[in-house]
């Protein structure tokens, strides 16, 4: 079924949204859950919240690409929970360490709080990925948006682990100075 009418399915509040939703991007949302909790059960669960999530937000947000907004709710909801079952301690996973290397250049000396400046963050973001080389845009959101390791993306690119944490290092500085000309850290 095509994502326009999924949609459509949603708009007109009819149940089979959901199961159409389920059908199609079950495993694809799984999958980032997963590298992110690393439990199926909590991962199953982040899974359903999305569908719950699309449900009440399918109207009035109608997305342009249903993949990517599904991706993005259960990114969300999947570091909410980390964050959650981790708060008193942070575990040796994978979580902590991408957040700790994005944290030194997202945190600058302003506050990236307030809706607009958020939204130009984002913006500036996009904009620095798409002046990236396809293999080196795609390495950075496998690691920041789907939570991959630094192995998985070596295995997937045919690199030396370490090439892929060089990689990550320099887009990371690029990224850093890209924003501070940006004046958004």
Known sequence: MEDKQIVALYCNREEQAIEKTAEKYGKYCFSIADNILHNAEDSEECVNDTWMKAWTTIPPTIPTYLRVFLGKITRNLSFDKYRASHSAKRGGGEVPLILDELEEVLMGNGSVEVEYERKELVESINTFLYSLSEKDSNIFVRRYFFAE?????????????????????????????????????
């Open 149 to 185: 390791t630094t192995e998985e993306i070596a295995k997937r690119y045919d690199l030396k682990e370490s090439n892929v944490r060089v990689i990550l290092s320099r887009i990371r500085k690029k990224l850093q100075t890209h924003l501070i000309e940006e004046e958004l850290v």
